[in-house]
């Protein structure tokens, strides 16, 4: 028997008009009460969603040093980050000034290391590509955050005169695309071990509070039996149970003699000459100027890269995840190919062999 049933059975107590009333607020009541229940339980799954995300992600929105990341349920879900504000700002000024894509040049000289200070290039987030045989590894977020740890890393080696050089791949990056690899995620810088302390003492000297600092983390790798760094903002996200975030900066030591260098415990796989690396000179990464080596050529010899500008490498390893690219990515990414076929997605660099001028 219904409620109304039943009410209606005392009649004596009730009129049929107080009746019918009361059965319309009881039904609207339940239907608000049903539906404010809902939005109460939806609300807290969100809250607790989004929180579980900000803690594990450790994302900062108020560091103003920092690019904004501008995220929604989607991309904190997929631990994807997209720049947004900066292409927009690109696109906006190219609607402004009537720029396209291809008619915009730019021309680059390249600095005197000794007397260089400012350290920026233009750099177009808009025109990235990515190809389905060997697509990119790092988002436009990822890839403004990796610029903005190398600019804080080059500006603490400045300031405390740590002299450093890029190199394997992303002095590869560098030599062949002006930029990271763009189907890479990780960055490689040398540095003489007579230096180490010397760079922990700058690090320490540095405020905690500042919006530029940066953490380390001490890495041993057992198989070359040599110690690293991995340097990282301390806002950064992890991405794997280690307790360095992403993205990071490796920094490996080399060892000398008067004639010859040597990454630590390394000797016996490969040396190079000094004459193929000092003086430093600086070359174009994304939107920097790093010091390198001063001829890539025979630093890419004396690891025995032979076919670098032919032969496009994918390694098998995500520098994110610290793991097999192939349990985190759904395509069947190609391990070798012919540069060429690249040509169409990513910027290669061209070179004159009259005076060494390089082109995008």
Same mark, same amino acid.
């Given at each position: 028997?219904?409620?109304?049933? =039943?009410?209606?059975?005392?009649?004596? &107590?009730?009129?049929?008009?107080?009746?019918?009333? *009361?059965?319309?607020?009881?039904?609207?009541?339940?239907?608000?009460?049903?539906?404010?229940? *809902?939005?109460?339980?939806?609300?807290?799954?969100?809250?607790?969603?989004?929180?579980?995300?900000?803690?594990?992600?450790?994302? $900062?929105?108020?560091?103003?040093?920092?690019?904004?990341?501008?995220?929604?349920?989607?991309?904190?879900?997929?631990?994807?980050?997209?720049?947004?504000?900066?292409?927009?700002?690109?696109?906006? /000024?190219?609607?402004?000034?009537?720029?396209?894509?291809?008619?915009?040049?730019?021309? &680059?000289?390249?600095?005197?290391?000794?007397?260089?200070?400012?350290?920026?290039?233009?750099?177009?987030?808009?025109?990235?590509?990515?190809?389905?045989?060997?697509?990119?590894?790092?988002?436009?977020?990822?890839?403004?955050?990796?610029?903005?740890?190398?600019?804080?890393?080059?500006?603490?080696?400045?300031?405390?005169?740590?002299?450093?050089?890029?190199?394997?791949?992303?002095?590869?990056? $560098?030599?062949?695309?002006?930029?990271?690899?763009?189907?890479?995620?990780?960055?490689?810088?040398?540095?003489?071990?007579?230096?180490?302390?010397?760079?922990?003492?700058?690090?320490?000297?540095?405020?905690?509070?500042?919006?530029?600092?940066?953490?380390?983390?001490?890495?041993?790798?057992?198989?070359?039996? *040599?110690?690293?760094?991995? *340097?990282?903002?301390?806002?950064?996200?992890?991405? $794997?149970?280690?307790?360095?975030? /992403?993205?990071?900066?490796?920094?490996?030591?080399?060892?000398?003699?008067?004639?010859?260098?040597?990454?630590?415990?390394?000797?016996?796989?490969?040396?190079?000459?000094?004459?193929?690396?000092?003086?430093?000179?600086?070359?174009?990464?994304?939107?920097?100027?790093?010091?390198?080596?001063?001829?890539?050529?025979?630093?890419? &010899?004396?690891? $025995?890269?032979?076919?670098?500008?032919?032969?496009?490498?994918?390694?098998?390893?995500?520098?994110?995840?610290?793991?097999?690219?192939?349990?985190? =990515?759904?395509?069947?990414?190609?391990?070798?190919?012919?540069?060429?076929?690249?040509?169409?997605?990513?910027?290669?660099?061209?070179?004159?062999?009259?005076?060494?001028?390089?082109?995008?």
């Amino acid at each position: 028997m219904t409620p109304c049933f =039943y009410f209606y059975s005392l009649s004596s &107590l009730f009129s049929t008009s107080h009746i019918r009333s *009361f059965c319309v607020s009881f039904l609207l009541l339940s239907i608000v009460l049903t539906f404010i229940n *809902f939005l109460t339980t939806t609300t807290s799954v969100n809250k607790l969603t989004t929180n579980e995300y900000k803690t594990e992600l450790n994302l $900062s929105t108020t560091t103003i040093s920092l690019p904004i990341l501008l995220l929604d349920s989607k991309d904190v879900y997929h631990n994807r980050f997209n720049c947004y504000e900066r292409t927009n700002r690109q696109r906006l /000024y190219r609607k402004k000034t009537n720029k396209t894509r291809s008619n915009i040049t730019m021309e &680059l000289n390249q600095p005197n290391i000794t007397l260089f200070e400012r350290n920026t290039i233009p750099y177009d987030y808009d025109i990235w590509q990515s190809a389905p045989t060997m697509p990119r590894l790092v988002s436009k977020c990822e890839h403004n955050l990796m610029m903005q740890l190398l600019k804080r890393f080059d500006q603490l080696t400045k300031k405390y005169s740590l002299e450093y050089m890029i190199i394997d791949g992303t002095l590869l990056g $560098s030599w062949r695309h002006h930029d990271l690899i763009p189907w890479d995620d990780d960055i490689d810088l040398m540095m003489s071990v007579r230096l180490k302390h010397l760079l922990i003492i700058a690090i320490e000297s540095e405020s905690p509070s500042s919006p530029y600092y940066i953490e380390f983390h001490r890495r041993w790798d057992a198989p070359k039996a *040599f110690e690293y760094y991995k *340097f990282y903002f301390s806002t950064s996200p992890h991405f $794997s149970e280690h307790p360095w975030r /992403y993205p990071f900066v490796d920094l490996i030591f080399y060892h000398e003699n008067e004639t010859h260098i040597w990454q630590e415990n390394m000797q016996h796989v490969a040396t190079i000459s000094k004459q193929s690396i000092f003086p430093l000179q600086l070359r174009p990464f994304g939107s920097l100027w790093l010091p390198s080596p001063r001829s890539p050529h025979d630093y890419f &010899l004396s690891v $025995s890269w032979t076919t670098y500008d032919d032969e496009c490498y994918n390694g098998p390893w995500s520098h994110k995840y610290e793991r097999t690219k192939d349990m985190d =990515y759904g395509y069947e990414s190609k391990s070798i190919m012919n540069c060429y076929e690249l040509k169409e997605f990513y910027p290669f660099v061209e070179r004159s062999l009259i005076n060494q001028e390089e082109r995008l």
